[in-house]
């Protein structure tokens, strides 16, 4: 794990090098926390219970730093992780703006405290506006470099609308494909599939509020057997800075 944290140290410090000699750059970014009724990853469900995310996301230029973590509330598989930090996943991403699409390229570092493997990926993604200004397309692949060694890609779609005023509802879905090496049976295909509705009120220019509620299944069984969830909520909170 100290080579690996020894990693994203050399990269940071690789950004504050190639940042020190460019103008000052504002720095920016948010803070929030989300309650989940479980936590489903990929398709997979992760936690069959309660948990609470935290996020914070830091911004300079195209580079963006960002920390999330998972905490159970319950018990989960007759494991004693209730309120302890599950995972954390530690990003480092680059955007670039093409005007037509935002090109990104990214590393994370995913750490767990118990019952898995630490790993880590690299991605890259491409996401815009397509045929209005409302609806948006992306597209985003992950290359498993740590313990599995493998790929995952997600595509999804997503229409954003004004309900009334500083009220916006989001609704969308994605699909995913993935390695063999990565499937849960050992067989790579089609994944899975999410549908989701959400809402997201601004208190503030600086403060949001939402919730969501998604549908989550297997496309293929032989790639992912049946979960336990299929139905889950999420509230969240955030403040920008």
Known sequence: MRKRFS????????CLVV????????VNGKVGLE????????????????????VVDVKMGGFTFGFWGNVNLEEYNEI???GLFTESDITL?????????IIGLGYIEYLYTMGREDTREVFASMRGPVFSDNLFAGIKIFYDFGVMKDFYVTADLNYIFKIVDSLKGDVGASVGYIGEDMSV????????YMIYFGVNYAVDSNL?????VAFVDSLDQDVLPDQPVDFFLGLHVAQKF
């Not at 309650?35 to 935290?54: K, N, Q």
């Open 7 to 14: 990693l994203i140290g050399i990269i940071s410090t690789l």
């Open 19 to 26: 940042s020190g000699s460019l103008p000052v750059l504002a």
């Open 35 to 54: 309650a989940r009724s479980a936590y489903v990853w990929r398709g997979i469900t992760r936690t069959e219970g309660v948990v609470l995310d935290p």
């Open 80 to 82: 004693d992780d209730q």
């Open 93 to 101: 991403s680059y955007d670039i703006d093409i005007d037509t699409a």
């Open 185 to 192: 049976a050992g067989e790579g295909g089609l994944n899975d």
């Open 208 to 212: 949001e509020i939402g919730g969501k």
